[in-house]
């Protein structure tokens, strides 16, 4: 073989494993992000699920003091008040 061939023959070798190399790489970055983005996602569905949880534990605990409680419209008995008595 030639000088020339040789050389064409180390660039292409070299060029060809870079190329896999680089590929290979490449790959793996992109799984690494996709698997954050499930990591993210399970973050949050996690974190709606707690926000869920308050929201049905503050409403139960509203309930719970509105029976205790007597709640009147003050605004019906204001307006019932500033009324002349005819």
Do not use: C, W
């Not at 030639?2 to 790959?27: C, D, E, N, W």
């Not at 499930?38 to 534990?57: A, G, H, N, P, S």
């Not at 139960?60 to 205790?68: M, S, V």
Request: hydrophobic share 35%; proline share 1%.
């Amino acid at each position: 073989m030639s000088r020339a061939s040789k050389l064409t023959l180390a660039g292409t070798s070299l060029f060809a494993v870079g190329t896999v190399i680089m590929v290979h790489f490449q790959q793996k970055m992109e799984k690494e992000a996709m698997h954050q983005g499930v990591v993210r996602d399970m973050e949050q569905q996690r974190i709606k699920k707690e926000r869920q949880l308050d929201f049905e534990m503050q409403k139960a605990l509203e309930e719970e003091y509105k029976k205790g409680q007597t709640v009147r419209d003050s605004t019906i008995e204001s307006e019932a008040q500033q009324l002349p008595n005819r």
